[in-house]
Structure formats: structure tokens, C-alpha cells
């Protein structure tokens, strides 16, 4: 098992959280509920990035910034109608989700 960190961000609604996520190219790997109707606790991964999405209040804030270095932010910018700016390290964009948590995506310059 390699070791790894998984951001943990807080989500109001999950399945409307996952929606937008696909967006950015990741896919739904497992989704956890305790019992029927108490919130769920989801898993989504792109490529070897994951995040967990979480309907649980102490789980995590909103407004959270999560970093995430991509091949072709130019491919993210366009899906969201957004433009990349020029940073010393990248070309960047930054985004945020239907509950507050903020995005920063980036394709470093060499």
C-alpha cells in the first residue's frame, strides 16, 4: 500500500457534490451511510488523486482549499467557462464547489 493524505471536504449534499466533481474528471469509487437516511460519506478519484466527500457536520469546514495539479487545466477552465491566469509555478484556475470549498488547479510551467 503506498502511503497517502485524502482531503477530506464537507459536502451538504453528496450526490449533487459528486455531479460536480465528475466535471473535473473524477468518477464516484464508494459511497458509506450508516443507515438509510443519515449522511453519507463518499469516495471520488481521479486518476491517483481521491477526495472524500463528507454530509457529516464534524467531519470537515467549508471553504477548505484544496490544491490540485493537473496535465490540462486549459481542458478544466473550458468545461467550467473560466480563464487560466499565469502564475510563477503555473497556469492556474480556481474554482468553487457547490458547498464553498475552493479549488485551486494548476498545470506547473517549466
Known amino acids: 500500500m503506498d502511503e497517502e493524505v485524502i482531503p477530506i471536504l464537507r459536502v451538504e449534499d453528496a450526490a449533487a457534490a459528486v455531479a460536480w466533481y465528475e466535471r473535473l474528471g473524477f468518477a464516484k469509487q464508494w459511497e458509506h451511510r450508516f443507515e438509510p437516511g443519515l449522511p453519507a460519506f463518499v469516495e471520488v478519484v481521479r486518476g491517483a488523486v481521491r477526495l472524500f466527500l463528507s454530509e457529516h457536520t464534524g467531519d470537515a469546514r467549508p471553504d477548505t482549499l484544496v490544491y490540485l495539479r493537473v496535465r490540462d487545466v486549459e481542458a478544466i ?11 510563477p509555478w503555473a497556469r492556474e484556475i480556481e474554482l468553487r ?9 494548476g498545470t506547473p510551467t517549466d
Open 77 to 87: 477552465a473550458s468545461e467550467f467557462g473560466v480563464r487560466a491566469e499565469d502564475a
Open 97 to 105: 464547489d457547490p458547498d464553498g470549498n475552493r479549488l485551486r488547479i
